[in-house]
């Protein structure tokens, strides 16, 4: 069994930063690819940033420059750091992890999301 845990969210004020961090734990080989999408009501979720296991990062074009992921592969964790943060950025932020587990079973595990609300 593997979990994803994120923490980090809530309220901010536009302008304002937040990190969000996850960490996967459990029945893991390997993990691979990490990622942060996000999603608000009525709409489908959508990729927020990205990183590969050796580092590459990819952005929404709508994040570029405000928004960094990094990663840490000796604790399975991912962490997304959020700056200038605009009331279009609310939404639930999703945490995904593409990993192989004990059995070398590949999956793709989500968490169980975290609100972020950017309002005066």
């Known amino acids: 069994q593997v979990q994803l845990v994120e923490s980090g969210g809530g309220l901010v004020q536009p302008g304002g930063s937040l990190r969000l961090s996850c960490v996967a734990s459990?029945?893991?080989?390997?993990?691979?690819?990490m990622g942060w999408y996000r999603q608000v009501p009525g709409k489908q979720r959508e990729l927020v940033a990205h990183?590969?296991?050796?580092?590459?990062?990819t952005y929404a074009d709508s994040v570029k420059g405000r928004f960094t992921i990094s990663r840490d592969n000796a604790k399975n964790t991912v962490d997304l750091q959020m700056n200038s943060l605009k009331p279009e950025d609310t939404a639930v932020y999703y945490c995904?992890?593409?990993?192989?587990?004990?059995?070398?079973?590949?999956?793709?595990?989500w968490g169980q999301g975290t609100q972020v609300t950017v309002s005066s």
């Open positions: 459990g029945s893991i080989f390997r993990v691979y690819n």
């Open positions: 995904n992890v593409d990993l192989a587990d004990s059995v070398k079973r590949l999956i793709s595990s």
């Open positions: 990183i590969t296991s050796a580092g590459s990062t």
